[in-house]
């Protein structure tokens, strides 16, 4: 053990703090809510980064904005990959915490770290030659060029953000995930103004554009990710960890584990990424106005989806504090009060948005609403059609937090594989064009497609749980 670390310290929870069966549930609630809260925001946050800079890159033109999103794309689905293989520091610590192991935390925050500089080095230099790639596959040479632009500046920050994303597991882990809000909270400003002078020059710096845009975001990632390793390694709780200890010291049977763990949740999220993707292609071929509308209410979900998110990484902390422990009861509890919470979470805010769907894609479109005001109706169909969507969507991240929780990652990427693509994706496709409801059809499809994800992961996770599974835990014998 660490020195100053004892089995009676009062940040392990032993999750039996509240008598009776009605109080361990509440109790549970609690915990999850007060864990999942700046999670989410933190996700927000991100969300705001990110809308700060496309308004900010939106201003230069149509052309760059297009060529923006594009190597947005590009860098995405790079970032998935890497994003998929550090999430598995959560579970992994999560465990070693409940088991009241800080080596293993440690160790298990390490080999994230080293995954994610592997990973790293081939995919930014990937990145570098983002607009010959782009050429090669059949964009025009300007877009091209401006998205190789913004790539170049923007591939750099991979390695931090991945790292970031490990330290955010590890804070969470041993249940203080506020430091990682507080160090988005700051950036969100930083960045906004960082960007603004170096895509517009201003304050002496050069003018560099999209080049801009991209460096921003890459400085501000390396600050985040420093700024994270200075709260890790000095303050407490986090320093009794010696996160950087023997940092040089690759840890192979472990890493190996990270990446059993790991790689399948990146290709879950590939696969869902992949869909959403050949959504939007399906409604370019349906016409603008389809396109249009489909973004407007994507997004919609897309900020409603970090509170679900948030709750899912929520999850997958407290089931690995239970499973940690040893405790079948927790893990059970733990896991459907996230379900439930994320589940209510996302019924009350289809309420508001069907509400208030007709005013929704007002706040998208700005000054030009009053021009588009068949983009407008669309988007207020899509919204009430996808109300199921929205809570479906937000059951199937939750217990995928869970699952994650008991190292179970490679069935749901079954589960991914069938529900996205053999069932999401070709129902979309014949309702939309063989069955003439165009755009509706592609949002019927997209629901049928993560009601049974979402189904199946519920009931994956009520069966594991039901007879008592526990995974092996790297480093600790555990019984089956």
């Not at 930014?124 to 190789?148: F, I, V």
């Not at 407290?318 to 405790?327: E, F, I, L, N, S």
Request: aromatic share 10%; net charge positive.
């Amino acid at each position: 053990m660490v020195p100053g670390m004892t089995t009676h310290n009062a940040d392990y929870a032993t999750g039996a703090e509240t008598p009776g069966h009605q109080g361990l549930w509440r109790a549970e609630l609690g915990a999850t809510v007060k864990l999942a809260l700046p999670i989410a925001l933190t996700q927000l946050g991100q969300v705001a980064m990110m809308t700060s800079d496309l308004v900010l890159i939106g201003h230069l033109g149509d052309k760059t904005i297009a060529a923006a999103a594009l190597g947005q794309t590009v860098l995405f689905a790079a970032f998935v990959l890497g994003m998929g293989l550090v999430s598995a520091v959560a579970p992994l610590a999560a465990q070693a915490f409940g088991a009241r192991d800080p080596r293993m935390v440690r160790r298990s925050l390490r080999v994230g770290l080293w995954a994610a500089l592997m990973l790293g080095a081939p995919m930014t230099a990937l990145q570098s030659t983002g607009e010959d790639l782009l050429r090669a596959l059949g964009q025009e040479d300007e877009t091209a060029r401006l998205a190789g632009q913004y790539l170049l500046g923007l591939g750099w920050s991979l390695v931090p953000a991945w790292w970031f994303i490990a330290l955010r597991g590890f804070m969470g882990a041993v249940n203080r995930p506020e430091p990682a809000l507080w160090i988005t909270l700051a950036a969100i400003p930083a960045n906004a103004l960082l960007a603004y002078a170096l895509i517009y020059g201003e304050f002496g710096l050069p003018r560099l554009e999209l080049l801009g845009a991209g460096t921003a975001t890459t400085i501000i990632n390396i600050a985040m990710c420093v700024a994270g390793f200075l709260i890790a390694y000095t303050q407490r709780p986090f320093r009794k960890f010696q996160v950087l200890a023997r940092f040089w010291r690759i840890d192979w049977p472990l890493l190996g584990s990270l990446v059993v763990v790991g790689a399948p949740i990146a290709g879950s999220f590939l696969l869902e990424y992949g869909l959403f993707a050949m959504a939007a292609i399906l409604m370019g071929w349906i016409g603008t106005t389809a396109l249009a509308a489909h973004q407007i209410a994507l997004q919609t979900a897309a900020i409603l989806f970090m509170v679900p998110f948030g709750i899912s990484m929520a999850a997958t902390v407290r089931v690995g504090h239970a499973v940690g422990r040893h405790d079948a009861a927790a893990t059970r509890r733990a896991g459907f009060t996230a379900i439930g919470l994320g589940a209510v979470f996302m019924a009350v805010m289809v309420l508001v948005i069907v509400a208030f769907r007709h005013l929704i894609p007002l706040a998208f479109l700005g000054g030009e609403a009053a021009d588009a005001g068949a983009t407008v109706a669309l988007a207020a169909t899509l919204l009430a059609y996808g109300a199921t969507f929205f809570v479906v969507d937000g059951i199937q991240t939750v217990a995928s937090g869970a699952l994650r929780g008991l190292n179970d990652t490679r069935v749901p990427l079954i589960f991914a594989a069938v529900s996205f693509w053999l069932i999401g994706f070709s129902t979309s496709y014949t309702l939309a064009f063989p069955g003439r409801l165009e755009a509706v059809g592609i949002w019927i499809g997209f629901t049928i497609g993560l009601g049974v994800y979402a189904l199946l992961l519920v009931w994956r996770f009520d069966a594991l749980t039901r007879r008592g599974y526990m995974p092996d835990v790297p480093g600790h014998a555990v019984p089956h």
